[in-house]
C-alpha cells in the first residue's frame, strides 16, 4: 500500500530512519528539488509533445538534446534529494562528482553559443515550454537558497552547492534556447 500512516501526525523520516517533522529544513530542501524534478519532468514531456506533434518520428523524439539532458538532470536530483535526507551519512549514497557540474557546464556552454548576447533582463514569458523553464529555474533558486541555509546547520558537499547553482543557469539557458528555437522574440525589461 501507498499509505503507511505514519505520517499522520506531522512526522517523517529521513534515510536511515530518523524521525524528523514534516517541516525540519531536511525535508524542506528535498521536497522543493522534488517540486523542481517535477517542473523539470514537464518541461521535458512537453518538449517531447512539441516534437512529436511537428511530426518528428520515433527515432527522432529519443534524440532530442534537451529532453536527454532533463532526464539526467532529473536523475541527478533523485541523488541529490537521497543525499539531502541521508542525515549523518546513515545509508551509503552515491556522492556527486565533479562531472556531473561538468556535464551542466558543457551544455551551458553549447546553448550559450547558440543565443545572441543579452540587453536587458529578459521577461519570463512568450512560449509555454519556456515560461515553464523559468519556472523550474526560479524553484532551482529556492531550493539553493534552502540547502544554502542546511549547509550552515550541517555541512553538504561543495559540488551539491555547485550542482545547483549551475542548474538555475542551465535552465535559465534553456528557455532562451527554446524561445530561439521557436523563433520567438524575447521581452525585454
Known amino acids: 500500500m501507498i499509505y503507511t500512516k505514519t505520517g499522520d501526525t506531522g512526522m517523517t523520516s529521513l534515510v536511515g530512519g530518523t524521525r524528523v517533522k514534516k517541516y525540519d529544513l531536511r525535508v524542506e530542501c528535498y521536497g522543493t528539488l522534488d517540486e523542481l524534478s517535477s517542473h523539470i519532468g514537464l518541461v521535458r514531456d512537453l518538449i517531447i509533445r512539441k516534437a512529436k506533434k511537428d511530426g518528428s518520428s520515433k527515432a527522432e523524439v529519443s534524440n532530442i538534446r534537451e529532453a536527454k539532458e532533463l532526464l539526467q538532470i532529473i536523475k541527478t536530483l533523485f541523488n541529490i534529494q537521497a543525499i ?3 542525515e549523518n551519512d546513515k545509508v551509503n549514497v552515491s556522492p556527486l562528482i565533479k562531472d556531473d557540474v561538468n556535464f551542466l557546464e558543457e551544455s551551458i556552454n553549447y546553448m550559450e553559443s547558440l543565443l545572441p548576447r543579452m540587453k536587458s ?3 519570463p514569458t512568450g512560449y509555454v515550454i519556456s515560461s515553464e523553464a ?3 529555474r ?3 533558486r529556492r531550493a539553493e537558497r534552502l540547502l544554502f541555509k542546511l ?3 550541517t555541512k553538504l558537499q561543495d559540488i551539491v552547492l555547485q550542482y545547483i547553482n549551475r542548474l538555475s543557469d542551465y535552465l535559465f539557458l534553456l528557455s532562451r534556447k527554446l524561445m530561439k528555437d521557436k523563433n520567438r522574440t524575447e521581452l525585454y525589461w
Do not use: G, Q, S
Open 84 to 86: 539531502v535526507a541521508n
Open 121 to 123: 533582463f529578459i521577461l
Open 134 to 136: 523559468n519556472i523550474a
Open 138 to 140: 526560479t524553484v532551482c
Open 151 to 153: 549547509n550552515e546547520e
